[in-house]
């Protein structure tokens, strides 16, 4: 079946660094989505991206959709602490009936 | 004002049993879902119902089983807990005309359900 292979599985950074996590598929994606979890929470949609090429901000997020359709990229710039969490990305699948998500990248941010 | 809702946030009972966890949106959506996380953070599609309509089921036991009173609900109820049931379970919806909308999925709190 579709798999998302997100990466790093986790990282440790300093407040006010920047941030990267992406995704990549051996099968299409039509539709991309970013997700952040809390402890204890449901995740959170944070960006939704349909065409190939797009670049959409939120805040300080930034992802994009890649060219081939199979990627897919979180930036967040200037890390604060409340961006600790889980992000995972996700896509619709091919049937476009549910989403498939990534394992997830930790995100842990010391002051 | 909660958008997704489930009850109860947290769910501990013994093997063997029978429960059902609640799930109700005030959005208006008409597709909602089932999902299921796993101790290592994995989310999996368990099931969708659109207008009360199964229209997914992935590999999942027959000891669950979906029901969907009407759209604004649906509840998840489970035969027979095994140890492996223990989970963390989300509700989410969505709108289900075009990509889009079945894409914009909001989720609930989740239950965290432990089987002794």
């Known amino acids: 079946g579709q798999q998302l292979n997100q990466s790093p599985q986790s990282m440790f950074i300093q407040e006010g660094e920047d941030v990267s996590m992406n995704c990549t598929s051996s099968s299409i994606f039509n539709t991309w989505l970013w997700y952040k979890q809390d402890p204890g929470e449901g995740p959170v949609l944070l960006i939704a991206?349909?065409?190939?090429?797009e670049l959409t901000s939120n805040g300080r997020l930034t992802a994009q959709f890649g060219i081939t359709r199979k990627d897919s990229f979180l930036n967040i710039s200037a890390s604060i602490p409340s961006d600790v969490g889980i992000y995972f990305c996700?896509?619709?699948?091919?049937?476009?009936?549910?989403?498939?998500f990534g394992k997830g990248t930790t995100l842990s941010v010391s002051s | 004002d909660t958008a997704v809702s489930q009850t109860p946030k947290y769910l501990v009972t013994q093997m063997g049993n029978d429960k059902s966890i609640k799930c109700e949106q005030n959005l208006g959506h008409d597709t909602m879902y089932w999902y299921k996380q796993d101790s290592k953070k994995f989310l999996k599609i368990m099931f969708s119902y659109n207008n009360k309509e199964l229209i997914i089921n992935e590999t999942v036991p027959n000891r669950f089983s979906p029901k969907s009173p009407d759209k604004a609900h649906l509840n998840l109820h489970i035969n027979s807990l095994e140890l492996g049931d223990s989970a963390v379970y989300f509700c989410?919806?969505?709108?289900?005309?075009?990509?889009?909308?079945?894409?914009?999925?909001?989720f609930g709190p989740g239950t965290r359900l432990t089987v002794l």
């Open positions: 989410a919806s969505s709108q289900s005309a075009g990509t889009s909308g079945r894409a914009l999925q909001f």
């Open positions: 996700a896509g619709l699948d091919q049937a476009g009936t549910a989403l498939i």
């Open positions: 991206l349909y065409k190939a090429g």
